[in-house]
Antibody, heavy 122, light 107 residues
Framework: EVQLVESGGGLVQPGRSLRLSCAAS????????MYWVRQAPGKGLEWVSG????????GYADSVKGRFTISRDNAKNCLYLQMNSLRAEDMALYYC???????????????WGKGTTVTVSS | DIQMTQSPSSLSASVGDRVTITCRAS??????LNWYQQKPGKAPKFLIY???SLESGVPSRFSGSGSGTDFTLTISSLQPEDFATYYC?????????FGQGTKLEIK
């Protein structure tokens, strides 16, 4: 069974950092692009970042560019999101999602995790 | 960046109704348009890719169409399990923006 399990969320003060992880299982991890998508409470979906199969192509939303860094460890079947300089507006449920191909663009997200919650508050 | 605009933002309909949700891109995205369904407290579920291709297992009452900048999601005969929020997403350019969502409610 294809499974994505996010972890690393929690309460953090504005300006501090947090690292999210996404453990993947049930598929050949290094064949597929991976993504982070977030959803603020009561709001819609926001695409945060995507990374292709070999980390050669990476994209970010303008709202997180320069503060967040996506990475992956294909040996560990794990996706990461390093979040620095966190702001109140970064507070959300963060989903990890599997791409339908190795490329970041042109395809879709076919499997989603259940998400991990990030709360930014002093 | 490409902006995605869905309409309507919310929609009330009855079981058996035919409903259409539209999604407009701020520039041409060819057919790189996906649709997702999200129910309260759940992760999104992928429905349609490349504007009109149904994911395996998605009921045939769902259909998608369009290309360029204008797209539609149609549900031909609403079932109780279809009441949810629907999002379009473009994957033509990063960032892969989503529409703001259309909440489909029971009338």
């Amino acid at each position: 069974e294809v499974q994505l399990v996010e972890s690393g969320g929690g309460l953090v003060q504005p300006g501090r950092s947090l690292r999210l992880s996404c453990a993947a299982s049930g598929f050949t991890f290094d064949d597929y692009a991976m993504y982070w998508v977030r959803q603020a409470p009561g709001k819609g979906l926001e695409w945060v970042s995507g990374i292709n199969w070999n980390s050669g192509t990476i994209g970010y939303a303008d709202s997180v560019k320069g503060r967040f860094t996506i990475s992956r460890d294909n040996a560990k079947n794990c996706l990461y999101l390093q979040m620095n300089s966190l702001r109140a507006e970064d507070m959300a449920l963060y989903y990890c999602a599997k791409g339908s191909s190795g490329s970041v663009s042109y395809y879709y997200m076919d499997v989603w995790g259940k998400g991990t919650t990030v709360t930014v508050s002093s | 960046d490409i902006q995605m605009t869905q309409s309507p933002s919310s929609l009330s309909a009855s079981v058996g109704d035919r409903v259409t949700i539209t999604c407009r891109a701020s520039q041409s995205i060819s057919s790189y348009l996906n649709w997702y369904q999200q129910k309260p407290g759940k992760a999104p579920k992928f429905l349609i890719y490349a504007a009109f291709s149904l994911e395996s297992g998605v009921p045939s009452r769902f259909s998608g169409s369009g290309s360029g900048t204008d797209f539609t999601l149609t549900i031909s005969s609403l079932q109780p399990e279809d009441f949810a929020t629907y999002y379009c997403q473009q994957t033509y350019n990063t960032p892969h923006s989503f529409g703001q969502g259309t909440k489909l409610e029971i009338k």
